[in-house]
């Protein structure tokens, strides 16, 4: 089975510009999650889709970034414009959801590791 | 504000010498509590789901157990390939989204 696919691995970009990470899940998971990953620190949730709509968005920047899920299936996060404090590594992850409010394991990607100059 | 904290920070241990990682969590209300390794320049890899005080689970050298407050990773016989980065998350009965909240990971290192 494939699993999450992220792209690019790498992105080196100064601030002030903008960048977008592109990110494919596993076939069948309605559900898709972006992760920001300080060095040293544990993953912090961005945002959640449910298909292609929007579950939790509440510690988006969202005067900064955005993310979208066409057709239910992959997913674009982007930045606009880039800060240093940017510097992270951007998890995908996507899951079946949860069942009785509980829920099921997410499969994470590779992760996008952006450095902002 | 949902909290997770993890202790230690890292550890070092020599082949064969068992030794336990702890989480110590503070909801309102647990849903679930999960353990994810990370290895370096991958994404986290799903271990165990933990639901309820008194539960365990195992997989090969490791077992998880759940308290009221704290949940403990045990290594048993570690080897090399234990060493990676372990993270355990909670998911709380009043979050919206069911969003996990992850600690910040002991690191752990096996060495031969």
């Known amino acids: 089975e494939a699993g999450v696919a992220q792209s690019p691995r790498y992105k080196i970009i100064e601030k002030r510009q903008s960048v977008a990470f592109w990110c494919n899940p596993i076939?069948?998971?309605?559900?898709l999650y972006w992760y920001q990953q300080i060095l040293g620190q544990g993953p912090k949730l961005l945002i959640q889709?449910?298909?292609?709509?929007?579950?939790?968005d509440s510690q988006l920047p969202k005067d900064r970034f955005s993310a979208e899920r066409l057709k239910g299936v992959d997913s674009t996060l982007k930045i606009q414009p880039a800060k240093l404090e940017d510097s992270a590594v951007y998890l995908c992850?996507?899951?079946?959801?949860?069942?009785?409010?509980?829920?099921?394991?997410?499969?994470f990607g590779p992760g996008t590791r952006l450095t902002v100059t | 504000e949902d909290q997770v904290t993890q202790s230690p920070e890292a550890l070092r241990l020599q082949e064969g010498e068992s030794s336990s990682l702890n989480c110590s969590y503070t909801?309102?209300?647990?849903?679930?509590l999960f353990w994810y390794r990370q290895d370096p320049g991958k994404g986290p890899e799903f271990l165990f789901t933990?639901?309820?005080a008194g539960e365990e689970k195992e997989k090969e050298r490791l077992k998880a157990t759940l308290t009221k407050k704290e949940s403990f990773l045990h290594i048993t016989a570690p080897k090399p390939e234990d060493s990676a980065t372990y993270l355990c998350?909670?998911?709380?009965?009043?979050?919206?989204?069911?969003?996990?909240?992850f600690g910040e990971g002991t690191q752990l290192t096996v060495n031969p």
């Open positions: 992850a996507s899951s079946l959801g949860w069942t009785l409010g509980v829920l099921y394991e997410q499969y």
């Open positions: 076939s069948g998971h309605a559900t």
């Open positions: 889709f449910q298909n292609n709509g929007v579950v939790d």
């Open positions: 909801v309102s209300g647990l849903r679930g």
């Open positions: 933990l639901y309820s």
């Open positions: 998350a909670v998911q709380a009965e009043e979050t919206s989204g069911s969003r996990l909240t």
